[in-house]
């Protein structure tokens, strides 16, 4: 698994085979024809976050639920293909900006970890953007957890998941 900056080359590849899969598994399921389901964004209420950010307190080197053991909606299939830590956690004595406190994410679906994602390659990417070349993807009516590894004592800030979803046209967004 490796981390691009920029969604193009292995990165975009991933991502549109992550997007035919959400594709066909909602066309396959749900009996619906391909222009009955939107695919859009992935906001972080789509795989249970408590509210449209990602914000949370961590504790010293320690996983952190950042949704813990949620379960898609029905007619919902999700993607998450990368991550955006913007999360600066201040200045060092140097006056360059700490690393964010998260440097690995682990994505348990079905109660199996589905991915072990080291993010702090990401953080050397100019705008701490990273897509990787090996999505994961959450089918409806399933369980996901998504924890991140704490470094530090800190809060988790401008920290979000990259990611598409395919649902039923309606749910959400009705184009």
Do not use: H
């Not at 619906?32 to 972080?44: G, I, T």
């Not at 053991?69 to 140097?94: C, P, S, Y």
Request: hydrophobic share 40%; with cysteine.
């Amino acid at each position: 698994m490796a981390w691009y900056p920029e969604l193009k080359g292995p990165a975009l590849d991933a991502y549109r085979q992550m997007v035919s899969s959400l594709l066909a598994k909602a066309e396959r399921e749900l009996g619906l024809s391909r222009d009955q389901l939107v695919v859009r964004d992935l906001r972080p209420e789509d795989i249970g976050a408590s509210s449209a950010d990602f914000y949370v307190g961590t504790k010293a080197t320690d996983w952190i639920a950042l949704v813990d053991n949620q379960t898609i909606g029905d007619n919902r299939f999700v993607g998450i293909n990368g991550v955006v830590l913007i999360d600066t956690g201040g200045t060092n004595a140097f006056g360059l900006a700490n690393e964010p406190p998260v440097s690995q994410l682990k994505i348990t679906r079905k109660g199996s970890v589905a991915r072990y994602w080291n993010v702090k390659p990401v953080w050397a990417f100019e705008g701490k953007v990273g897509y990787c070349d090996d999505p994961v993807t959450v089918d409806q009516n399933t369980t996901i957890t998504v924890e991140a590894w704490a470094r530090s004592a800190s809060s988790l800030e401008g920290f979000t998941l990259l990611g598409a979803v395919v649902e039923k046209k309606g749910l959400l967004i009705s184009p």
